[in-house]
Each structure stands twice: as C-alpha cells, then as structure tokens.
Antibody, heavy 121, light 108 residues
Framework: QVQLVQSGAEVKKPGASVKVSCKAS????????ISWVRQAPGQGLEWMGW????????NYAQKLQGRVTMTTETSTSTAYMEMRSLRSDDTAVYYC??????????????WGQGTLVTVSS | SSELTQDPAVSVALGQTVRITCQGD??????ASWYQQKPGQAPVLVIY???NRPSGIPDRFSGSSSGNTASLTITGAQAEDEADYYC???????????FGGGTKLTVL
C-alpha cells in the first residue's frame, strides 16, 4: 500500500534551518510529484510547492521563494523540504503529499502523517 | 484572482444533505479536488476531477462544478462526516496550487 512516512518533530530557533524528510513506499517513486503543504496552528492548509520526482523540476509558492528548497533522493525514495531563516510564523505542521494528474485536475491522493516544526527562542 | 473562497462554517442535520462550495476564477479552467480533515489527522482526498471518488470514500460524497464554483455534496450526512473540508485547484497560471480557507462542517 502507498505510504509516506515523515521525519519527527523539530524545535528550532529563529533564523535557523530545518529539513524534513518524507519516505515513500508502495509505488514507483519517479512516476509522481511530491507537494509540500503546511498548516499553522488552528489555521487552514497552505501549499508550499511541488517537485517533479521524474526530472527534479520545482515550483514554489511565491511567498516562500528564496527560503525553501525541495529535493528528492530516488535511491531511497525520499523527498526533502528544507526551509531557511525560520521565523515564529513558520511554526506549523508540514505535510508531504503525492501529486497526480487525471480527470482534468491535479490532486494530492496520499499524505504523510505530518511533521510539527516549532520555531521559538 | 488567485484565491479560492469557502464559507467558514456549515451545519447539517444528521441524515440530511449538505453542499459545501468553493469559488475562484481558476475553477473556470480546472476542476477542484476536495479534502476532509479531522482534528489531529492529515487531510484525506474525497473528491477529484469532475466527480471522482478515491477507493474507500463512501458514495454519499459527490462533486460538481459550474462556472467559477465547485461544490462538494454529502447526501445523507453521518456523524463521522463532521470535519474540516478544503477545496484545492491549480491557480489560473497552472503553475501553482491553491487551497480554499476551509469549511468546518458540523453534523447536528
């Protein structure tokens, strides 16, 4: 069965960086994109960006450009999201999700369990 | 516009039908997908495309679209359907994804 298993919770100080991993199993890793979505406490979902695992192309949300980098390691079927210059408002649960195309849309059909990143001095 | 707009909260009586809507210019070009999220859990895809349900999603969930509005309908709402629901589509450029602000569904 398809699974996305994320790394554990992180606590970081303002200005630091964090790297969250997302290990995929149960499908051919290079056949699908990976999107990253975050959710601040009590807030809605925010799309951060996606990466084509096939060719490494990325597309990031404008507000995060320059602070976020998404990569993949096909040998281990793992996706990574690194965020730099962390601020307190980056405190959120970060999700990875598998992206697929079909039926006239792009959708996120499997999600990781989420990784809580807390930014606090 | 680069936004998807949802009503913040909707309620429905147990067993009745409820429609949750999502408005945005990008929906004239792309179908929405819909996600259910219960407290402390990751979102779950419930509808994608014109009206497609992933395996395991009950057939009481259906989707539709007209103009700049996408709708998620739950026919015969159950207590376990109480959750937050988010719509999602590409933006008008096709290069980014958008999420609506979410609708909190209460089943009375």
């Amino acid at each position: 069965q398809v699974q996305l298993v994320q790394s554990g919770a992180e606590v970081k100080k303002p200005g630091a960086s964090v790297k969250v991993s997302c290990k995929a199993s149960g499908y051919t890793f290079t056949n699908y994109d990976i999107s990253w979505v975050r959710q601040a406490p009590g807030q809605g979902l925010e799309w951060m960006g996606w990466i084509s695992v096939y060719n490494g192309n990325t597309n990031y949300a404008q507000k995060l450009q320059g602070r976020v980098t998404m990569t993949t390691e096909t040998s281990t079927s793992t996706a990574y999201m690194e965020m730099r210059s962390l601020r307190s408002d980056d405190t959120a649960v970060y999700y990875c999700a598998r992206g697929d195309y079909g039926s006239g849309t792009y959708y996120l059909d499997y999600w990781g369990q989420g990784t809580l990143v807390t930014v606090s001095s | 516009s680069s936004e998807l707009t949802q009503d913040p909260a909707v309620s429905v009586a147990l067993g009745q039908t409820v429609r949750i809507t999502c408005q945005g210019d990008s929906l004239r070009s792309y179908y929405a997908s819909w996600y259910q999220q219960k407290p402390g859990q990751a979102p779950v895809l419930v509808i994608y495309g014109k009206n497609n349900r992933p395996s395991g999603i009950p057939d009481r969930f259906s989707g539709s679209s007209s103009g700049n509005t996408a709708s998620l309908t739950i026919t015969g709402a159950q207590a376990e359907d109480e959750a937050d629901y988010y719509c999602n589509s590409r933006d008008s450029s096709g290069n980014h994804l958008l999420f609506g602000g979410g609708t909190k569904l209460t089943v009375l």
